[in-house]
């Protein structure tokens, strides 16, 4: 059965190295981004004039949700071309919007005949705050110097009532290595469908 494979949490819980390793693990699939799309979203904050802040009001109102829309396009393709496809972006509110992930997966199951799974990678919220500080990246900046601001805004608990939910624990490499390999068993689970 053909699977799209989100993989979310909030900011710097590891999910591009969590969904990196899943993807080099599970044969013959694709890999997308959603950070791939910032070059774009930065030229739009320099078109307007904006300050670049992705925690900004302007950023919400014209740059997020497209950003989502885009990428989620970009995956529905992909499906007509291979079976597995692997997402990385955050989808936080998304997964916490009552009926959002119910009716992206019918719409999946309807339009390329395939089922959706949600990774959600836990992760302690100073472990995230320490991995921005590594990465130093220019994304980061507003929230690193508004950082109990910011973190006030995310919820790191688990997502309720989300069909194919499973629970990946990145707060350690032992907890890593063993939520690595019961992914994959779980994401070939499907295959057998």
């Known amino acids: 059965m053909k699977k799209l494979i989100l ?22 699939c694709v890999y997308l981004d959603k950070d791939s799309l910032i070059t774009l979203s930065k030229q739009i904050f320099v078109v307007a004039n904006e300050e670049y802040n992705r925690s900004s009001d302007f950023f919400e109102a014209n740059i997020r949700d497209y950003e989502y829309d885009c990428i989620m396009e970009v995956a529905e393709e992909a499906l007509e071309y291979n079976d597995t496809v692997f997402i990385n972006a955050p ?12 009716n992206l997966r019918q719409h999946l199951l309807e339009k390329k005949g395939a089922e959706l799974i949600v990774v959600w990678v836990q992760c302690d919220v100073e472990v995230c705050r320490q991995r921005m500080i590594s990465r130093d990246s220019d994304r980061d900046t507003w929230k690193l110097e508004h950082w109990d601001e910011y973190v006030k805004k995310l919820d790191f608990s688990i997502p309720k009532g989300i069909h194919n939910l499973f629970l990946f624990d990145n707060s350690s490499d032992e907890k890593f290595s063993s939520s690595l390999a019961e992914a994959v068993d779980y994401f070939r689970d499907f295959q057998l469908r």
């Open 91 to 102: 989808y936080t509110r998304e997964v916490r919007t009552e009926g959002y992930m119910e």
């Open 7 to 28: 993989v979310t949490s909030p900011p710097a819980c590891g999910k591009t190295f969590v969904t990196k390793k899943l993807a080099k693990a599970m044969p013959n």
